[in-house]
């Protein structure tokens, strides 16, 4: 099972990215069974249905229970705003994660298919809005994507049912996959979620064999943080949208760990590979701007620079924050996105 960070609040790349630094994990087309002590019980039939409740909940902060089929979701992080829409439900209030930017083109879509214009959000700058969550009269809470719960589960349960981990380490550790199979267990939706996993697997498997070039081929990902440029495709990393798509690490790679993950200019062969792949997401803030590295001399020197085997990976319209942060929304767009990309700097120069 691979390792995803938690889809947090999504204000733009540059949070997502920051957290990411040590604790990366990159989307997977895996499918997952999910934690079956959090949600027992649910209907697996596909379609929503009263039929297997009361639903028993149990997290790490106590038990709860579902009583009946929800109706009216709210959710606690972007993450699970994406669980609940993935799964066709349009929540009745959810964090204000854009701040006035432009929503993502994975929710956008999702919003159109639901014929949905707005969210009803609320500003989420202070940490979770209990009183307009309250508001909001829901049925059900989900907090399957955040790391506040340990702060948040007390002032929510008395508002409604809190969906959340069976375990504290769950923040860090469960699949996208897992994450969406135990909240649509404790909504009925255990069929829903099932078919959005299917899709996922679909979508990689098909780009996989579109672009078969990325077959066998060595990559590097690296990512320009505020403090150094981070090998981020390190040995222990798990698996993720890369490799399913065919790609391998590099033997480079073994030096690097979660905590140990920094390459100096002066070492910057250590990004060498088939394809090298970078993103900037923190502009003007990061130790180096892209024309800056882009310009160096070594490396320009590298293999894959001058083989146009090198290409960046773009954070403004979420792609690199979406690699970072995969949820039951965005994992087949970032497919989506980012096999082309691959494909192109495969084939380097013609």
């Given at each position: 099972?691979n390792?995803?960070?938690?889809?947090?609040?999504?204000?733009?790349?540059?949070?997502?990215?920051?957290?990411?630094?040590?604790?990366?994990?990159?989307?997977?087309?895996?499918?997952?069974?999910?934690?079956?002590?959090?949600?027992?019980?649910?209907n697996?039939?596909?379609?929503?249905?009263?039929?297997?409740?009361?639903?028993?909940?149990?997290?790490?902060?106590?038990?709860?229970?579902?009583?009946?089929?929800?109706?009216?979701?709210?959710?606690?992080?972007?993450?699970?705003?994406?669980?609940?829409?993935?799964?066709?439900?349009?929540?009745?209030?959810?964090?204000?994660?854009?701040?006035?930017?432009p929503?993502?083109?994975?929710?956008?879509?999702?919003l159109?298919?639901?014929?949905?214009?707005?969210?009803?959000?609320?500003?989420?700058?202070?940490?979770?809005d209990?009183?307009?969550?309250?508001?909001?009269?829901?049925?059900?809470?989900?907090?399957?994507?955040?790391?506040?719960?340990d702060?948040?589960?007390?002032?929510?349960?008395?508002?409604?049912?809190?969906?959340?981990?069976?375990d504290?380490?769950?923040a860090?550790?469960?699949?996208?996959?897992?994450?969406?199979?135990?909240?649509?267990?404790?909504?009925?939706?255990?069929?829903?979620?099932?078919?959005?996993?299917?899709?996922?697997?679909?979508?990689?498997?098909?780009a996989?064999?579109?672009?078969?070039?990325?077959?066998?081929?060595?990559?590097?990902?690296?990512?320009?943080?505020?403090?150094?440029?981070?090998f981020?495709?390190?040995?222990e990393?798990?698996?993720?949208?890369f490799?399913?798509?065919?790609?391998?690490?590099?033997?480079?790679?073994?030096?690097?760990?979660?905590?140990?993950?920094?390459?100096?200019?002066?070492n910057?062969?250590?990004l060498?590979?088939?394809?090298?792949?970078?993103?900037?997401?923190?502009?003007?803030?990061?130790?180096?701007?892209?024309?800056?590295?882009?310009?160096?001399?070594?490396?320009?020197?590298?293999?894959?620079?001058?083989?146009?085997?090198?290409?960046?990976?773009?954070?403004?319209?979420?792609?690199?924050?979406?690699?970072?942060?995969?949820?039951?929304?965005?994992?087949?767009?970032?497919?989506?996105?980012?096999?082309?990309?691959?494909a192109?700097?495969?084939?380097?120069k013609?």
């Amino acid at each position: 099972m691979n390792r995803p960070t938690s889809p947090l609040r999504r204000r733009g790349a540059v949070r997502l990215l920051l957290a990411s630094a040590t604790a990366l994990a990159l989307v997977t087309g895996c499918g997952s069974s999910g934690d079956d002590d959090q949600a027992d019980g649910a209907n697996g039939s596909g379609a929503a249905s009263d039929q297997g409740f009361p639903v028993k909940l149990t997290s790490a902060w106590g038990p709860g229970e579902v009583k009946k089929r929800p109706v009216r979701v709210a959710t606690v992080s972007d993450g699970d705003t994406s669980i609940a829409l993935a799964l066709g439900l349009v929540p009745v209030i959810t964090p204000d994660v854009e701040d006035g930017d432009p929503v993502g083109e994975y929710k956008q879509r999702a919003l159109d298919k639901l014929g949905v214009d707005k969210l009803e959000t609320y500003d989420d700058s202070d940490g979770t809005d209990y009183e307009a969550i309250a508001a909001a009269d829901p049925d059900v809470i989900l907090g399957m994507n955040t790391w506040d719960m340990d702060a948040d589960h007390a002032k929510l349960k008395p508002i409604a049912p809190v969906v959340t981990f069976s375990d504290k380490k769950h923040a860090d550790t469960l699949t996208w996959q897992e994450r969406l199979t135990t909240a649509a267990k404790a909504l009925g939706l255990t069929g829903e979620a099932e078919k959005v996993i299917a899709a996922n697997r679909a979508a990689i498997k098909d780009a996989a064999k579109t672009h078969s070039v990325l077959r066998g081929k060595t990559y590097t990902y690296a990512v320009v943080h505020p403090e150094q440029l981070t090998f981020m495709s390190y040995g222990e990393q798990d698996p993720g949208v890369f490799e399913e798509l065919g790609l391998r690490k590099t033997d480079k790679a073994k030096n690097y760990t979660a905590t140990k993950n920094g390459v100096s200019l002066e070492n910057i062969d250590q990004l060498e590979a088939d394809i090298l792949l970078v993103t900037y997401p923190f502009g003007d803030e990061g130790l180096l701007s892209a024309s800056e590295l882009e310009n160096n001399k070594l490396f320009k020197s590298l293999d894959a620079v001058r083989g146009g085997n090198f290409t960046v990976i773009p954070s403004d319209n979420l792609l690199s924050s979406s690699i970072a942060y995969p949820d039951a929304l965005s994992a087949s767009w970032v497919v989506e996105e980012l096999a082309p990309l691959l494909a192109k700097a495969a084939e380097g120069k013609k």
